[in-house]
């Protein structure tokens, strides 16, 4: 926990550094038909006005792999082409622009010459490969090493298939649908290597589950310093993977919320509509950060109580306690008046506009 | 990470073990008005339904310590009371039978006497009393510690003030509304006392940022092998804290999901509505639950594709993967037979139900 953050080699998906001292970025993976370039398109720019830093999308066909063109030229993101088994859609997608290749050397149909295919037409493009291992899919003769020690190994195994060719613009990924498992093999892969990691628990499921599956496991290796690239899993609109990872980030503070909102949980003392008015805020400052104006505010708090709000908030720029039918607002822990809810919330908007810029 | 876990005392709120070997158990706070004891039953019904087990209300004033005594004798769940500054109202909510006490002895308006008060009459009752410091509420002198060293110097002089009295049956918080400054100050205590830990992560926000942000902080803590008890602190239905609770334990491997359920993210290779499908897998399991069944399966799976579904799922009880308008039905792993949709889900419903008991 809180160790340093491991030093990996920085690789670049397109303009995006991945690993060394990068950011951390988001990633997710299109749930569109990659022959429909256009819907497509729509769904990758919706996500990329959502904080989305690359993306991802499946290439099952040739068809698929010629439209990734289109894909490519009109995305504001780096596009990672998802390939199984057949190494020609590989080729065909690094032909197309792909700005990084997803696939797995030991599991292309066409053996060791269509790695080297592979390899050589990704070095020729200058773009890295993922390798990763999914719980499921690790070769059985490696279960004996137990399940970190397999997921690493099958990964290494992956890499070194690459590196046989002289590549080694790679990027990693071991996960599971549990928790441990996928922490367990993240770590024993970290101590094992340098390469870049992408990380995240697979199948993590709806929101409901899956959002917490998430962020407690890729919360934990981010907090100790593993993980260069995150993706959160949901059975949902991929929309849903990039909010909640940029939450992950935010908490980890790996991202700067700018501002925070803090609020407190409502209890047997609250006298106002603490939930409706938090939620007020939060649909301001999320309107005028998706206009492009930026909040020179650290941290905005909505406070159930008098009694506790304003000290316990006394590190915010600015805030609202509740009272009886009334709030207080406050700045840094002073009280500056009291006022109806309304209009408390007027002043607080008119203090958040004031601190807006383009 | 994966620490073992820490060696605490253990203490009882009511039936309910905190500490030691005991599970780790999910608490909330009722956010209706105490002094309403049948709505505030309502709620903590609820709450009890949905695996919550430890209850908190407020106690403002003393028609509100009074309305505790009919909730405690209607309430299925252990119920502590939350006191600030009066320690009147701690006296008679001990009377009302309060099953633990949370406030800080510092902050009693009524100094060292109302401190040896209440410790007596907590010690008499044999109930114990939760002290705690949120990031905002503690003592300005102690900041020049830091924030993990002041929050733990604070918390560690709120127990002396009881054990001052000869009381010891004490449980402890220490929060932030910052993952890492609570995650470092649980740390800090954690290694300088054994009094068992309640943790959280304070003023978390609504669902969206607060469940991110609890589950990274609280799951990080709970994997370092430190908590006995914790809360999600949301600005919504408390009902939405216990859920978020339960799945952080889920998570972390400190309760059974019995069955668990998987499911993959959505790519350009689904053809079926996957997010459909895992939701009505989802609904039946917790229709099934809620009327107090138990599912004999660990894990069920509900997979987009063929290529890797029964592979990836291979350790899943029973599972369904799409094709093409059509989906596989497998058993660890083994095909089963390929279905129409509606065909495939009725069949799962039928083995689920088979390993359904009373």
Avoid: W
């Amino acid at each position: 926990m809180f160790r340093s953050r491991r030093l990996s080699r920085k690789i670049f998906v397109g303009t995006v550094p991945v690993g060394g001292d990068a950011p951390v970025s988001v990633q997710s993976m299109c749930n569109t038909d990659t022959r429909d370039a256009q819907t497509t398109l729509t769904q990758i720019r919706a996500l990329a006005a959502a904080g989305c830093d690359i993306i991802r999308v499946a290439v099952p066909d040739m068809k698929a792999a010629e439209s990734l063109r289109e894909i490519v030229s009109g995305s504001p993101l780096p596009v990672v082409a998802d390939i199984h088994f057949d190494h020609r859609l590989a080729l065909a997608s690094i032909a197309s622009g792909a700005a990084a290749v997803r696939l797995n050397p030991g599991n292309l149909s066409g053996g060791e010459e269509s790695v080297r295919l592979v390899a050589e037409a990704a070095g020729n493009a200058g773009i890295p490969i993922r390798v990763g291992a999914n719980g499921g899919s690790v070769q059985s003769d490696l279960l004996a090493h137990g399940h970190a020690g397999a997921l690493t190994r099958s990964v290494l195994g992956q890499c070194a298939m690459l590196e046989k060719y002289g590549f080694s613009n790679i990027k990693v990924s071991l996960k599971s649908s549990d928790v441990a498992s996928t922490i367990e093999a993240c770590r024993y892969f970290a101590e094992r290597s340098d390469y870049p990691m992408h990380i995240g628990v697979t199948e993590a499921g709806t929101p409901g589950r899956g959002i917490v599956k998430s962020a407690v496991g890729i919360g934990a290796l981010l907090l100790s310093g593993i993980g260069d690239t995150i993706r959160v899993s949901l059975t949902a609109d991929p929309l849903e993977e990039v909010r909640a990872g940029i939450r992950i980030l935010e908490s980890c503070g790996l991202r700067a919320a700018e501002p925070e909102i803090v609020s407190c949980p409502t209890c047997g003392r609250t006298e106002i509509d603490l939930v409706g008015l938090a939620e007020k805020v939060e649909d301001l400052v999320a309107s005028i950060k998706s206009s492009g104006k930026k909040i020179r505010l650290k941290k905005i708090a909505v406070m159930g109580c008098v009694v506790n709000g304003p000290g316990e908030a006394r590190d915010a720029d600015i805030g609202l306690a509740g009272g009886r039918g009334k709030v207080v607002l406050f700045r840094r822990g002073e009280i500056m008046g009291t006022f109806d809810p309304e209009e408390g919330f007027a002043l607080l908007r008119e203090e958040i506009l004031k601190y807006t810029e383009c």
